[in-house]
Structures are given as structure tokens and as C-alpha cells.
């Protein structure tokens, strides 16, 4: 069974930074490109950033460019958040996509629960 | 960039047909097949409902259903059930940037 579990979300004062984790198992982790996606409360869905599958590429959302940066190892997937404003503060999941020689085929077809992250003084 | 946009709310009594729509631009909705939709339950994660444009996982009822035309994208639910009332969001690549996706506003359905 496929698992992606969120963690390290909570608290933090504007301008800090937070460091997520999605542990990733009940599949060869390295086959898929992964990504995160946030949902602020009450919100819609927000694509953050996606990596691919041996990490050589990885892009970001506007919103987080230069502030957050997507990285894996072996069976995990991180997202490194600085610079945080209250409008960071969501739900974070960690979202896996399936790709074919050509690239990541854009659709997300396992999703964790999420994360929390609220970011207020 | 923008979202896509998608209806706020859409309703139905059990046993009848709803669809969404979701617009976007030739940038992406119109531009690509990599359109998919989620389903939400309030507390839950999003369900991959439909990949790329109008196929469905294993696991997903018939009665769920999707096309596109241009730049709208749509989904069908067919013979409405208590159980569809959640929110709904289309997603699509977008070549706004080197790499981007971006959803719909969401829609949320309602079973009467």
C-alpha cells in the first residue's frame, strides 16, 4: 500500500523558518517525481514545488520562488521554507506523480494526509 | 498565476447528472491533455478522480466522467449520490513558467 506521511509542521513566527518531511513507503520512491501541494483553511489547492525522481531537476510555484526549496534523499521528500509570511500558513501535502520518458505527467495520484503550518506572532 | 476557474458551487437531487466546468487559457487547459480532477471530503486528502483529460484510475465509479473542449475542461457526475457531496478541483500543466501547475478554485457540490 502506497503511504506518504507528513511531518514537521507548527508554529513559527513570521520571517522564520520550518523544515517538512514526507516519509514515502509501499512504493519504489525513486520511480516518481514528487511533489507538495498546500491548502490554506478554507481554501483551494495550491501547487508548491515538484522535484524529479533522482533530483537533478526541480521547480516552484511564484509564490514560494526563492523562499522554499524541494529536495529527496533515499525514501523522503523535504520542503525547506524560509522567509515565511502568514500567507504560508496551510495544510501541506506531499503528492506523488507518475512520468514516462518524456517527464513528469502531471497529475498527482497519491497524496498524504498534510502537515500544518501556521505562521503567526 | 492565475487559478482556473471553476464554479463555486453546483447542486443536485440523488439520481441526477452535475457538471463543472473549468476554464483556463491556451497556456494550459487548452494547450495540454495534462488536465485531472480531485475530489475532497471536508478533513480528508485529495482523490485522484480523472488523469489526463478523461481517464480514470482503477477504483474510480463510472459515473464519474470528463472531456475538454478548447480551453474548458469539464466533469460529469453521473446519477448523483450522497456520497459525491465534497469539493471538487480540476488541475492543469501550465507553460506559464519552465514548470507549473495550477488548480481550479474548487467546486463544491452539493446532494439535495
Known amino acids: 500500500e502506497v503511504q506518504l506521511v507528513e511531518s514537521g509542521g507548527g508554529l513559527v513566527q513570521p520571517g522564520g523558518s520550518l523544515r517538512l518531511s514526507c516519509a514515502a513507503s509501499?512504493?519504489?520512491?525513486?520511480?516518481?517525481?514528487m511533489s507538495w501541494v498546500r491548502q490554506a483553511p478554507g481554501k483551494g489547492l495550491e501547487w508548491v514545488a515538484i522535484?524529479?525522481?533522482?533530483?537533478?531537476e526541480r521547480y516552484n510555484g511564484d509564490s514560494v520562488k526563492g523562499r522554499f526549496t524541494i529536495s529527496r534523499d533515499e525514501s523522503s521528500l523535504y520542503l525547506r521554507m524560509n522567509s515565511l509570511t502568514p500567507e504560508d500558513s496551510a495544510l501541506y501535502y506531499c503528492?506523488?506523480?507518475?512520468?514516462?520518458?518524456?517527464?513528469?505527467?502531471?497529475?498527482?495520484?497519491?497524496w498524504g494526509q498534510g502537515t500544518l503550518v501556521t505562521v503567526s506572532s | 498565476q492565475s487559478a482556473l476557474t471553476q464554479p463555486a458551487s453546483v447542486s443536485g437531487s440523488p439520481g441526477q447528472s452535475v457538471t463543472i466546468s473549468c476554464t483556463g487559457t491556451?497556456?494550459?487547459?487548452?494547450?495540454?491533455?495534462?488536465v485531472s480532477w480531485y475530489q475532497q471530503h471536508p478533513g480528508r486528502a485529495p482523490k485522484l478522480l480523472i488523469y489526463?483529460?478523461?481517464n480514470r484510475p482503477s477504483g474510480i465509479s463510472d459515473r464519474f466522467s470528463a472531456s475538454k473542449s478548447g480551453n474548458t475542461a469539464s466533469l460529469t457526475i453521473s446519477g448523483l449520490q450522497a456520497e459525491d457531496e465534497a469539493d471538487y478541483y480540476c488541475?492543469?500543466?501550465?507553460?506559464?513558467?519552465?514548470?507549473?501547475?495550477?488548480f481550479g478554485g474548487g467546486t463544491k457540490v452539493t446532494v439535495l
Open positions: 491556451t497556456s494550459d487547459v487548452g494547450g495540454y491533455k495534462f
Open positions: 489526463e483529460v478523461n
Open positions: 503528492a506523488r506523480s507518475r512520468s514516462n520518458l518524456l517527464g513528469p505527467r502531471y497529475f498527482f495520484d497519491s
Open positions: 522535484m524529479k525522481e533522482e533530483g537533478t
Open positions: 509501499g512504493f519504489t520512491f525513486s520511480g516518481y517525481w
Open positions: 488541475c492543469s500543466y501550465s507553460s506559464i513558467a519552465t514548470v507549473a501547475v495550477i
